[in-house]
């Protein structure tokens, strides 16, 4: 596997994307303290009473759209690095996702106006589109 170029890039992008990820959970738990809102009762009872035992949709939004779309890309990618795609190209879907659902990312985390987020959003789904249907275009004659 490490003699594989595009594998090599596959492993580059996930694991800046991993650390995105990491980065946003810390987010997460930061705004979880400012807004009181907090997902078990334990910490709730710590910081204040079960009344802070409660889901609030901006704590959760970006790191759950995080694991939507990020965890399909592992899959897709790793899947995608062993059909022996051209490295170039392939380094390109890698790259578009990885800087699209970063851009998304901040586009979240400050508030962009519309529509930055959700093109952010869509060209990031561009190569895991492609790189399922060349998946499915080359798995198809085995099913």
């Known amino acids: 596997m ?3 170029k595009v594998f090599l890039s596959f492993t580059f992008y996930s694991t800046i994307l991993i650390l995105k990820m990491y980065a946003v959970a810390i987010i997460t738990g930061q705004v979880r303290l400012r807004k009181k809102a907090f997902a ?10 079960l009344q802070f035992y409660r889901e609030d949709p901006d ?10 779309n990020i965890f399909p890309f592992l899959f897709l990618g790793a899947i995608y690095s062993l059909l022996d795609p051209s490295p170039t190209v392939a380094r390109i879907h890698f790259l578009i996702f990885c800087v699209g659902r970063i851009i998304h990312t901040i586009a979240y985390l400050l508030q962009l106006r519309a529509p930055t987020r959700s093109v952010a959003y869509s060209v990031a789904q561009l190569p895991c589109f492609s790189m ?8 198809t004659p085995y099913w």
């Open 2 to 4: 490490m003699e594989n």
């Open 40 to 49: 078990n009762p334990e910490d709730a009872l710590r910081n204040g009473g």
């Open 59 to 68: 704590v959760e939004r970006a790191h759950r759209n995080d694991m939507e």
């Open 132 to 139: 399922a249907l060349q998946i499915l275009l080359a798995t």
